[in-house]
């Protein structure tokens, strides 16, 4: 699903608002845009969630959801509550820890790995959570990265942070019903519904109850492109 968030990082420049810390402030929340934030390690979230309850005090009656998370790969348990307190949505990768796992290993090292997007935690806890691929930094394919968050399975690095794993079920709806509600679309995609786009893929095996080291191959054997009242097949 194509998002409509707003995406900034700590280091861009902006000519048409002000900035602080990296997060552009106005005019987005005059525009009504999503802004998302990049944000790896435990500084950068730390600081983000900042910058985010800043500016969410000096523009009262902002609309939730409009400041976003990208990533949160370092976020512990003081940081999740503050997320979640404010109220802001967080997107979660798993292919961006399936493919340069063994960097990582070696630059942060085993402990401070394993912890890489606590997806499990998130969700316990109560966080307003999506996930998707973050192509083309790695792989498109979101039955690999279903796969991955069902397994915290890696590339080249084994298993890291099995405690974060989730089920097959939880991790679609991640990437279905999560992400259209994160988009504001929840009345129009996301789930088969009444009512709804028919936006939808069928699979000759269903990835919510294949077997888990199915997933990264399953393939689809048809694909719906509901356009108004029409359905548009897409080979």
């Known amino acids: 699903m194509k998002s409509s968030v707003k995406k900034t990082r700590a280091s861009s420049e902006s000519k048409n608002g002000s900035l602080e810390n990296g997060c552009t402030k106005e005019p987005a ?21 900042d910058v ?14 409009s400041l976003v998370l990208e990533h949160g790969f370092l976020a512990d348990a003081r940081q999740r509550a503050r997320a979640i307190r404010l109220g802001i949505p967080v997107t979660v990768q798993h292919p961006l820890l399936y493919t340069p ?20 935690a998130w969700l316990e806890e109560g966080a307003s959570l999506s996930a998707g691929t973050d192509h083309p930094v790695s792989s498109f394919n979101p039955l690999l990265a279903l796969w991955g ?13 099995r405690q974060y794993a989730i089920d097959q079920y939880t991790a679609v709806q991640l990437y279905t019903v ?4 994160l988009n504001g679309e929840s009345h129009r995609r996301g789930a088969l519904e009444p009512r709804r786009l028919a936006d939808l ?18 393939s689809p054997s048809s694909r719906w492109l509901g356009v108004g009242q029409s359905m548009i097949p897409r080979s």
């Not at 893929?201 to 399953?218: E, G, H, K």
């Open 149 to 161: 968050m069902v397994t915290r399975g890696t590339l080249k690095a084994g298993i890291q942070g």
């Open 178 to 181: 999560a992400g259209a509600r």
């Open 101 to 120: 796992c063994s960097v990582l290993l070696d630059g942060w090292g085993e402990e401070r790995t394993r912890e890489i997007m606590p997806v499990r």
């Open 29 to 49: 929340q005059r525009q009504g845009w999503k802004i998302g934030t990049h944000a790896i390690g435990d500084r950068a979230v730390r600081t983000l969630l």
């Open 52 to 65: 985010y309850e800043q500016v969410i005090k000096e523009n009262l009656g902002l609309k939730p959801g």
């Open 201 to 218: 893929v069928a699979f000759r095996s269903n990835p919510i109850t294949c077997p888990i080291d199915d997933l990264p191959s399953c």
